[in-house]
Structure formats: structure tokens, C-alpha cells
């Protein structure tokens, strides 16, 4: 077997700097999960195609279960928990609210992560654009059109923009 | 109790009807609800299951000695260590089925591949897996069988020594076979259906603990908190040392309904006196996991020159898997339903579940009711085509009506709006579409169907519900409920906010603990607003009647004149008169001794079936709906894309209707998936391929939005006249597509999934089949 | 998902990852983006001892030099979606790389990573083979170059030495009378191909075709570039339909694609022919437009 030590890493979680010892194996979900009690951030597939585990690194959607731990060291992340604040939904989560785009809730996270950061380049995406950028997230229970729903009506109303 | 004190159906209501956003959808936005994989204790250990990697098989040997020594790891278990080997599946019994025993740990014999044979417990996630592939076993192969049709046959390999023919059903009224030689037609068709994965976002997963108390607890994702006293049999303890609190699921759909991590939660809790965290790998839910049961279905309709059904005989083979789980519960679910939404004045239904060497398959959305929608739809296209009709004109033709007979010989008692689904789901396609091309077919099709809702009635189900007005005017509703991410437990506070005029975000919900809320039996059979809707009704009713004379003595006015709504009880059309503070009443109910908490507990309607005559009570009611598609087909790849989809339902009456439009819609994507590309592919009982990737659930590009139309018959036997919605809208797609793909290219495909490579062969084969 | 324990070392440099390589041993692998290889360490289907991570390399700027982009190894899939010099310069490049996976796949997932990877069903190695791309190779006592067809030998197979890691990446850019088709028949939007087509084709002033490249991925070990004198048919014609369908259904007929779990061979070979007219056909009808580049 090889090499049992833990290396430190040191990154930020909604703005907030985190410090973790982990093994080189260890993934980053795991870590945020069990170690920084970030349960947000989901285990649906561990093969990167589900969508459950989605956070941004440094603004982009990513795999936690295929990012090591060890490679987020020095960078910046958000979670879901990360769009609220001072306990208000964003605009965004309250627009999923409204239309009924979460009925398990188990891939909201990772749809709203991937919707928000879309928004972020394209404050105005078609419909068509939403579907194909949320294609690598997967909901059993919504049949998708609540949440493009959300998104597409939180786009309209002109505050997804840089925020 | 009488029902004047009810909103009387011309009257608005407050909240049912309207589609607030409350109680756990909020978390579910926010992030903040905790899953049964969220939830850590100090000293928590993490469990894995051991499973067999070959599907027929004694165990020769098995050595755990490696396991054992692997450091970090707390305990292995294996069959020797359960204290009562055996899962006792309360939900069947006492109707002609096979009694054969399912272990919890398989012994001396593998059944099927991914079967568990033993349990690691160990300090990491990463050291468990490791345990587990030091798990050491000598598999002798014994010869299996595969094939549901095939294990019928005499000489099969036998699966259980008892037999391969778990349950037969058979329900029949006239004289098919006389009826059949007396058509004008007899359309013949044949029909198979593929094995196919729950596929919830959220895997199995749990914890389990041993409280203050010395009781064994498990916070774990099922549908069913029941299973506390099977778990308590397991572990050879009485059932008050058992204790199970079911989470908010990501999506459960049937797959959560029998045990999942339970029992060897349990076990490794009760072994190592430490509480356990157990996941189940997705791949190993993919491989082990139940699954919807593959049919086999024979059609011979008869039918009159102007498309009247005069007969119809039905054979069904279900492949039950390795063991019988509620195997014999879907069969006779598909055996009454096999004829679908029509007048069958001579029929015969025979479904069989069948033993094989795959992986069990049990409950899934649908419930056998949803696969015989593949079978009887497109025959009724088929006899259309024979005869030169409107496909449209033979089911109207044919619908049942309220006060019509169905085969089991019970009369319909609610209304039928099967044809106003059809006409609005049609009408919502608007204009056919035109090929985008050449070499591209364009065709319309549509499939009706009825689904039950409510258990079968000679099960004598009942369900339960805790309400108490507390001091301070808020509601406290506690129900045995548990919740798949529906809104089942919402939709109890709507209710009771609807009778008792207390705002949303003042009613209180607690759900599903087997020791703490009162049994409302498992979130399936679609039953739960039909069960602890009118649970919950009867309990916020009573309440009601109780406060209602304190309130009336406290204002001087007549009980009659007396409305509840927003937190307060006062005069009927009154501009600000007077009124009292529920926190008030309670407090005067407090001081006249008036209790200010009831439990209200609804009866279903119960009933007899007599096996040998195939006659009796089944279901206690159905929904009707219909779904309608346009689809394009490259006719050189044989690729399929939906240009438009219309569902309709009759839901009685729509508590939220947006959940309603949720339930329609995802329902129809999950049965699109399982029409276009879903499928398990296993051959010699060996799983072919586990990754999610290869699991063909749909995704937000390839459909197009569901229009989903709501009717309200008001006749349902839910509260407020509701019926269930949770599983009718994933049997129609299928035929749906299939009648479609026809409609475009003029061939049929009678095998699922459609994809592009079998509907390529038929169009290669011609259009024969297609009538 | 549990990972088997490995050792881990980051580098900064090419050189130092080849070095890197070749102190750990055979047991060692080189982590990208992670996208192929951790699926496959969450599953415990690889176990390697060491894992050598170049992130920290990085990436500079894709560059125009004329003939051909240098793309960095470590380029991810969506910068190369969204770079305006590889739309304008090579835009089936860009193409292929928006079909990669979803939108987190391409977020961390590098071209080098990807041809490095070999897998015959990807998008970037069936482009990288129709266009002629070169990859440089960097071991420990230097660097060689070599071509994609070259290096991409058989399923997740390359011709790469241990020690080596994938430095830069080669890409023709299409000149202005090419045009060029990536046309992909998979089961579901962002999945792996069943079968697919890259097309590049030039016609001379008078519409007939002047040149002509097609490779097909999903159909054998490796992406299978159409021979020679199955295209030479095209040369000098006017690509019309019937003469794309021949050439199309000469090129199949040469394949004898496995069966999986989502196609028989049979099917891939049927579908090959389909989309390799079809590609053929919209490649032509790109370069009789606008031309496959700007100037």
C-alpha cells in the first residue's frame, strides 16, 4: 500500500477559508461532506454524470466525487448554501420555490449551481440554451420543465445578472 | 360526525386548490434538508453489504478470516450471526402464493448475482471496501434460469425447490373462448417488456443507532416505517426495541418501499453496540437492487365489425427474480387491469409471477397496472387499423362509465372521464407537425389508461393521524406518512390549514417514526392522499366540531354561522366584527376540559376476492387518463424525437396543483425513459453494464415540456374528492410512443425499449405487423 | 465510491512530470482533468500506486501560427468551445468539443487528457485523427513528435512510453475553401457516440472536390480514419449525393464494429454509412458556402 500520510489543504467554502487533512485519495465530496459537514453537496453516481455532487470552483460547475481533495487546495468554492444570504433565498432559489422545480430536492443543488453560474455568462440564455447546460444534471422527478421554468423566469426578471 | 361543518363543494376553498410553496420545499431550495446519507454520530462506523458475484451457485466456502484482520475493521457477519435469517414480506400471503423464504444473508445458496452474502462494519468507507474484497468465497455453479418463459417450461432448473411459479391469478366473466370464435375480428398481439431501474437521485442509505434506551434506530430512506417490526424479528427482539424514522427521500418510486439497508443496518448496529452509516453504491443498487417486473403478454381481442370489444383473453408471465418480495401484489394489480379503460363483457386475465436467477423485482411506480397499458393500447390501434376506424372512435366506442361492471364483477362507482382526457390531450398537440426533412416521418398517437389508487381492499387498510391545537393557535400534525418528495406531508398541513383556517407556516408536521406517529401505512399503491388525506381530514374535522361550541358560546353566535380562516374563528361574512383567537380557544377548551388534540383514523373500504373464481374486490377506485405524442423518425437511423407531448388525468380534485402538473410531468418523463431507452440489460443473470452512464434515464435535452392538463371530476374518494395521481402518469407513454412511431412509419414495435436500432429492424421488415 | 489509497505529487512543469513518471514506475499515472480516470478509481477499476497531478502546469493561450493551433495540453474542452481563434480557424475542433460530456466534464477535462486517454468513442480523438493533428510527447530525456493516428493504437491504448505525458497539441486549421461536418448518433445528448463522423472537405473553384478527410469514432479499438483510395473516388467529382452515399457505404462495409450493450455491430455499421454521406454531404455544402475558415 502506498503512502498513508494526510496532506493539508486550505480553500474557501461561500467565502469562508476551510482547512482540512486529508488523504490523497480522499475526494472532495467526501471531505466537504463528512469532514466540513457541507451536506449539501450529494453522492448520486461517483462517476461525474448525475449531477448531485455539482459545486463551483472558482465560478465553474465541476464534479466534487472526481475532484481529489488535495486539488482544491487554494481555490474557491461554492455550494447551494452559498446563493442565500442572511438566511434570504436568492432570487433565483425563491423563483424555484414558486414554480415547483424541486419535488425530491435531491438534484436542486446542483441545478441551481449549474443555472446560476450559466446565468453568470449569459444573463439571458433561450430556453434551448438552459436545457443543454443542464443536460449533465438529472432529475428523476420534475420531467425538467418546473425547473427551466425557474430559471427562465428568474432570467427575465433582470436580477441574474453578475452577483 | 356530520359534514355540515365541511366546505361544501360551490364553496371557494382557502388553500386546496392553490399551490403554495411550503414546509419542506423551502429546505429542499435552500440546501438545508438533512437526507438519511446527512447525518453523523460520534463513533460512527460505515457499512457495506457483500454480495454474491455470480447468480447460481452454493457457497462452498467462505472465509472472512482476511476481513476480520484488516485493520479497522469492527465486525464481519455473515449468515451464522442474524439472529432470525429470514425476511418475513407481511404485505402478501394467504392467496394461493408459493411460501418460500428469503434470507437476509444468503447461506449455503446464491440466487441471484449481487445477492448479500455477508456484512463489513469498519472505521472508514474505504476500509469497509477493502474488508469486503477480502471476503473469501468458493462458489460451486448450480445450473440457472434466466428467462421467466423458459423457467415454465418442465425440466428448468429450479429456482426454489418449491416450484418457479410463485403466484397464478386468474380473473374471468363469460365465455371468452365462445365470445372469441363468435367475433367478427380476433386481433392477436404479442407483447414484452423490459427490466428497468428506480433510478432515484438519492441511493439507499441510512444510519442506525442504539438509543438511551437500549432501542435499535434507524433514520433511514424508506416508504415503509412498518418494517420496524420485521427488522425486530431479524434480530430476534420484541418490536418495541426496534425503532425506524424514514427521512425525506430523493425520490423513492416503489424502490423503497420493501427493505433496502435496513436489516443489515441493523444487524452490524446490534453486532458492534456503534451507531452505522450504510450508502449503497449506485452501481450496486443498479446490479441488486428491485426492479420493475419484465412481462410477457398474449393478447386475443375479439371485436364486432364497428370495433365493440366482445371478448378478450390476456396471458401475463411476470419475471419475479430470485424472490417473491410483492411479486404476487403486482401480477394481481396487472391481472385486473389487463383490459384497461374498456367494457369487457367476456374476459379472461391470467398473470403468473415466475422465478428466475435475476435480481428481484417488487414494487416500481405503476405496479404491473402500468406495463399492461404497452399491451392493451396498441391493440386497441391494432383493431382501428383492421377495421378501417378511427383509433379515437373504438376507445369512445368502448370507455367504461361510472356504474359499468369491470372484470373482477365490481361495479364502477366514480365517474369516468377517459374521453374528455383523450379529447383534451389531443386538442393540446394542436396542429400535426410536418417532417423537418427528408427521409424523416411524422405520425400522432395516443395511449388511455386507468391506474388504481388505494391498496387492494381485502387488505383492510387503515391510516392514522395526530392533530392538536396548541397554545398558541399553531397545529401540530403527526402521521405515520412518509414523504418520497411528492409533497406528502405538505399536503396533509394543507389540508388541515384548509379546515381549521390556520395559516401554512403555522402547521407543524411530523412524519413517518414508527414509535412516535401514528401508522399510516407505506407511501405506495398510490394511496396516501386517499388514506391520510382523509385521515387527516377526518382528524382536523373532529377538532373543528370540538372547538366549535366554545367558540360559539365565546362570540354569542350561532355554531352555523361560524367560519375558521386565518388564525381566527369568526361570524361568516362579518366586516371585522367579532371574532376569537384560535390561541384563545385553546386556551378555553384548556380551562372547560374541551380536548384540543384528536386522532382521526380512516377505514378504506374493505372487500373479498375469491381466487377460484377470479371474481371479488380488488382496488377501491382508479384514475383515468390519456397522453398524446407527436414523433419524428429518421427512417435511415431509426432515431425517434418527440415534437410534442399532452398528458391529461382526472384527478377528482387538486389539492396543489402544481404538484399535480409536477406528478404529470415527471411521471410521463419516467415513462418516456422507460418507452425509449431505459433498460437493464442482463444476460446468464450477469448485469451487463452498472455505471449510471449506461442507464438511458432521460435528461433535460432530448424531450420536449409536457403540457400537462388537469380535469376534476370531483368524484374521487379523497379527501375533497381527490384520487391519487403518484403512479397513473407513467403508464401511457409507452403506447403512447409505440402507437405513435406506427402512425408515422406504419410499422409497430412490441418489444421496449424503442430504440433507434429495433424500430430500424422493423421498418427493415416491413409494415406487416403494424395491423 | 472509495478510492483505493495511491501517492501523490504535484509538478509544475512537463519535464518534471516525466521525470516524475519515471522515478515512480509503471504504477503511476498521470491526473488531468480527472474526468475518465477518477470514475474509474472511484469504482476501484484502476488502483494505480502513485498519481503524478499537472494542473498545476497549467495552460497559456491556444496560438494561431497560420497552418496550424497549438493548443496546450492542458486546454480544458470548454475553453476550446468557446475560443474565438478555434471557431473561426478550425471549427469542427471547436464542435467536437462542445459535445464532450456536460457542461462539468468540460469545465475540468483537457485535450491532452483526452487523446491521451484513447478512447475510440470520444469526440476530440476521432477530430484530432480526421484533421491529421500532431501531439508532442515529452518523456524524461526529451520530447518527440507524434501524429494523432499514430499515436491512438487500439481501446484506451496509445503509443505513449510510460514515462511520457502529452505536452501540446497540433491542430491543421481548415483552409478557406474547406468545409468540414461532426456529426455524432448518440442514445442520449451529452453521451459517449454510438457512432460518429469528422469530415473535412476542399473543393477546387469549379465545385469539385479537391481534397477530402473523414474519420469515424465509435466504430473500432481506435478512431478509424477512411483509406486513401476509398476517398479517391471524391477526387476531381462534384460531390454529389449519390457518389457520397457510394463512398459512405464503401467505407462501412469495411468495418467490423463490436456489439455493446447500447448497439450491435451491425447497427454501427449501418449508421457509419448514413452519417458519413451525411457528413460528407454538409461538409461540401459548408465549403460551397462560406468557406471553412476566415482568411
Excluded at chain 2, 405503476?366 to 399492461?372: D, L, R
Amino acid at each position: 500500500m502506498s503512502s498513508p500520510t494526510r496532506l493539508p489543504v486550505t480553500f474557501t467554502v461561500n467565502g469562508e477559508q476551510r482547512e482540512a487533512w486529508v488523504f490523497p485519495h480522499d475526494s472532495l465530496l467526501d471531505v466537504l461532506r463528512d469532514v466540513l459537514g457541507h451536506h449539501e453537496v450529494r453522492y448520486g453516481c461517483g462517476e461525474g454524470v448525475c449531477g448531485t455532487c455539482t459545486v463551483l470552483l472558482d465560478g465553474e460547475p465541476v464534479s466534487a466525487c472526481l475532484l481529489l481533495a488535495v486539488q482544491a487546495d487554494g481555490h474557491s468554492l461554492l455550494t447551494v448554501r452559498g446563493l442565500s444570504s442572511g438566511g434570504e433565498l436568492h432570487p433565483l432559489q425563491a423563483s424555484f420555490l414558486r414554480n415547483g422545480a424541486a419535488q425530491c430536492g435531491f438534484c436542486t443543488p446542483g441545478m441551481l449551481l449549474t443555472a446560476w453560474a450559466l446565468l453568470q455568462r449569459d444573463p439571458r440564455p433561450s430556453r434551448e440554451r438552459i436545457r443543454r447546460e443542464l443536460v449533465g444534471n438529472l432529475c428523476r422527478c420534475t420531467g425538467y420543465t418546473k425547473i427551466l421554468d425557474a430559471v427562465e423566469e428568474h432570467a427575465a426578471e433582470g436580477i441574474g445578472g453578475h452577483d | 360526525m356530520t359534514d355540515t361543518e365541511a366546505p361544501a363543494r360551490q364553496e371557494a376553498f382557502r388553500v386546496v386548490g392553490q399551490s403554495p410553496a411550503h414546509h419542506d420545499f423551502v429546505d429542499k431550495v435552500a440546501g438545508s434538508l438533512l437526507y438519511a446519507a446527512d447525518w453523523q454520530l460520534p463513533g460512527m462506523l460505515h457499512g457495506r453489504v457483500v454480495r454474491a458475484e455470480v447468480a447460481s451457485a452454493r457457497i462452498a466456502a467462505m472465509d472472512t478470516s482476511a476481513a476480520r484482520a484488516l485493520p479497522g475493521v469492527v465486525a464481519v457477519l455473515t449468515a451464522a450471526d442474524v439472529p432470525w435469517n429470514q425476511v418475513v414480506e407481511r404485505a402478501t400471503g394467504g392467496l394461493g402464493e408459493l411460501a418460500v423464504a428469503m434470507p437476509v444473508l444468503a447461506a449455503d445458496r446464491v440466487r441471484y448475482q449481487g445477492e448479500p452474502i455477508a456484512l463489513v462494519a469498519a472505521v472508514s468507507p474505504q476500509v469497509a471496501a477493502e474488508a469486503a474484497e477480502l471476503v473469501d468465497v468458493e462458489y460451486e455453479d448450480l445450473a440457472g434460469v434466466f428467462d421467466a418463459e423458459r423457467a415454465l417450461e418442465p425440466g428448468a432448473p429450479l429456482v426454489h425447490d418449491e416450484g418457479n411459479v410463485l403466484v397464478s391469478w386468474t380473473i374471468a366473466r363469460g365465455e371468452v373462448e365462445a365470445a372469441l370464435a363468435a367475433a367478427d375480428l380476433v386481433v392477436e398481439g404479442e407483447y414484452r417488456t423490459q427490466r428497468v431501474e428506480h433510478a432515484y437521485l438519492e441511493p439507499e442509505a441510512g444510519v442506525g443507532w442504539i438509543d438511551t434506551s437500549g432501542v435499535v434506530t434507524l433514520r433511514v430512506a424508506t416508504q415503509v416505517v412498518e418494517h420496524a417490526a420485521t427488522i425486530a424479528t431479524i434480530l430476534a427482539l420484541p418490536t418495541s426495541r426496534v425503532r425506524v424514522i424514514s427521512t425525506y427521500m430523493g425520490g423513492g418510486f416503489g424502490g423503497k418501499e420493501d427493505m433496502t439497508v435496513e436489516p443489515y443496518l441493523a444487524l452490524l448496529v446490534w453486532r458492534t453496540r456503534r451507531p452505522v452509516r450504510m450508502v449503497w453504491e449506485r452501481q450496486d443498487s443498479i446490479m441488486a437492487s428491485t426492479k420493475r417486473h419484465p412481462f410477457v403478454m398474449r393478447y386475443r381481442t375479439g371485436v364486432r365489425r364497428d370495433g365493440t370489444i366482445v371478448a378478450q383473453d390476456v396471458d401475463i408471465i411476470g419475471d419475479a427474480g430470485a424472490y417473491p418480495y410483492l411479486s404476487p401484489r403486482v401480477l394481481f394489480a396487472a391481472c385486473v387491469t389487463a383490459s384497461g379503460p374498456y367494457r369487457v363483457p367476456n374476459v379472461r386475465h391470467h398473470a403468473r409471477a415466475v422465478f428466475t436467477n435475476n435480481a428481484p423485482t417488487s414494487a416500481f411506480r405503476g405496479f404491473g397496472a402500468m406495463q399492461v397499458t404497452f399491451g392493451y393500447e396498441q391493440q386497441m390501434d391494432r383493431v382501428a387499423a383492421r377495421l378501417g376506424l378511427s383509433p379515437q372512435v373504438v376507445r369512445e366506442r368502448n370507455f367504461l362509465a361510472k356504474g359499468d361492471t369491470i372484470p373482477t364483477g365490481e361495479r364502477l362507482d366514480t365517474a369516468v372521464a377517459a374521453g374528455e382526457c383523450l379529447r383534451r390531450a389531443l386538442e393540446a398537440l394542436g396542429e400535426p407537425a410536418r417532417p423537418s426533412g427528408p427521409g424523416r416521418r411524422v405520425g400522432r398517437g395516443f395511449a388511455v389508461n386507468m391506474q388504481p389508487y388505494g391498496r387492494t381492499v381485502w387488505f383492510r387498510d387503515r391510516a392514522a393521524c395526530w392533530i392538536s391545537l396548541e397554545a398558541d393557535g399553531s397545529l401540530l400534525l403527526r402521521s405515520g406518512v412518509t414523504d418520497l418528495g411528492a409533497g406528502q406531508a405538505a399536503s396533509l398541513a394543507q389540508i388541515a390549514s384548509e379546515v381549521l383556517g390556520v395559516p401554512l407556516w403555522e402547521v407543524g408536521v411530523h412524519i413517518g417514526d414508527s414509535q412516535l406517529t401514528p401508522p399510516a401505512g407505506g407511501t405506495f399503491a398510490t394511496r396516501q392522499l386517499y388514506m391520510s388525506g382523509n385521515a387527516v381530514l377526518a382528524a382536523a374535522r373532529a377538532l373543528r366540531a370540538g372547538l366549535l361550541p366554545v367558540a360559539a358560546e365565546r362570540l354569542g353566535a350561532d355554531p352555523g354561522d361560524l367560519a375558521f380562516e386565518d388564525g381566527v374563528v369568526r361570524e361568516r361574512g362579518g366586516d371585522g366584527g367579532r371574532s376569537v383567537r384560535l390561541a384563545e380557544l385553546a386556551a378555553a377548551c384548556q380551562r372547560r376540559g374541551v380536548p384540543t388534540e384528536h386522532l382521526g383514523t380512516w377505514h378504506a373500504e374493505t372487500g373479498t376476492f375469491d381466487p377460484a373464481s377470479g371474481q371479488g374486490a380488488s382496488f377501491p377506485d382508479y384514475t383515468f387518463g390519456a397522453h398524446a405524442a407527436d414523433v419524428e423518425v429518421d427512417m435511415e437511423t431509426g432515431e425517434l424525437r418527440v415534437l410534442g407531448y399532452a398528458a391529461a388525468h382526472d384527478v377528482g380534485r387538486a389539492i396543489n396543483p402544481l404538484r399535480v402538473v409536477g406528478q404529470i410531468q415527471g411521471g410521463a418523463y419516467q415513462g418516456l425513459g422507460y418507452a425509449l431507452g431505459e433498460e437493464v440489460v442482463v444476460e446468464e443473470g450477469q448485469t451487463m453494464s452498472t455505471l449510471l452512464a449506461s442507464y438511458l434515464m432521460p435528461n433535460s435535452a432530448d424531450l420536449p415540456d409536457v403540457k400537462a392538463i388537469i380535469i376534476e371530476s370531483g368524484e374521487g374518494k379523497g379527501p375533497f374528492g381527490a384520487r391519487g395521481i403518484g403512479e397513473p402518469t407513467i403508464g401511457n407513454p409507452a403506447a403512447t410512443i409505440a402507437n405513435a412511431v406506427t402512425a408515422a412509419t406504419g410499422v409497430r414495435v412490441t418489444q421496449l425499449p424503442i430504440t433507434p436500432e429495433r424500430l430500424l429492424a422493423a421498418i427493415d421488415a416491413g409494415g406487416g405487423d403494424a395491423r | 465510491m472509495v478510492a483505493a489509497p495511491f501517492g501523490y505529487e504535484c509538478v509544475s512543469s512537463f519535464e518534471e512530470a516525466a521525470q516524475a513518471l519515471q522515478r515512480r514506475g509503471e504504477d503511476a499515472k498521470v491526473i488531468a482533468g480527472g474526468q475518465s480516470l477518477v470514475p474509474m478509481l472511484n469504482l476501484r477499476l484502476a488502483r494505480p500506486a502513485w498519481l503524478v497531478d499537472i494542473n498545476p502546469v497549467g495552460a497559456g493561450p491556444i496560438e494561431d501560427h497560420g497552418g496550424y493551433l497549438r493548443l496546450p495540453a492542458l486546454t480544458r474542452h470548454r475553453a476550446i468551445e468557446e475560443s474565438d481563434v478555434v471557431r473561426r480557424r478550425c471549427p469542427i475542433l471547436a464542435e467536437a468539443a462542445a459535445r464532450v460530456g456536460n457542461v462539468r466534464t468540460r469545465t475540468r477535462g483537457t485535450i491532452g487528457g483526452s487523446l491521451a486517454h484513447a478512447d475510440p468513442a470520444a469526440e476530440l480523438p476521432c477530430v484530432a485523427v480526421a484533421l491529421g493533428a500532431e501531439v508532442t510527447a515529452r518523456g524524461p530525456d526529451g520530447a518527440r513528435d507524434v501524429a494523432a493516428g499514430d499515436l491512438l493504437v487500439s481501446y484506451l491504448t496509445t503509443t505513449l512510453e510510460p514515462d511520457e505525458v502529452v505536452a501540446e497539441v497540433r491542430v491543421p486549421t481548415l483552409g478557406p475553401r474547406s468545409g468540414w461536418s461532426f456529426l455524432e448518433m448518440s442514445r442520449r445528448s451529452s453521451d459517449w457516440m454510438v457512432v460518429g463522423v469528422a469530415a473535412v472537405v476542399e473543393l477546387d473553384d469549379d465545385g469539385t472536390v479537391a481534397a477530402g478527410s473523414v474519420a469515424f469514432g465509435g466504430v473500432a479499438e481506435r478512431p478509424w480514419p477512411v483509406p486513401a483510395e476509398v476517398l479517391a473516388d471524391l477526387l476531381g467529382a462534384a460531390p454529389e449525393e449519390a457518389l457520397l452515399q457510394r463512398v459512405a457505404e464503401r467505407a462501412a462495409a469495411m468495418l467490423h464494429p463490436d456489439d455493446d450493450v447500447h448497439a450491435s455491430g451491425q447497427y454501427r455499421r449501418r449508421l457509419a454509412a448514413v452519417l458519413g454521406r451525411r457528413a460528407l454531404a454538409e461538409a461540401a455544402a459548408r465549403a460551397r458556402g462560406h468557406g471553412g475558415s476566415a482568411p
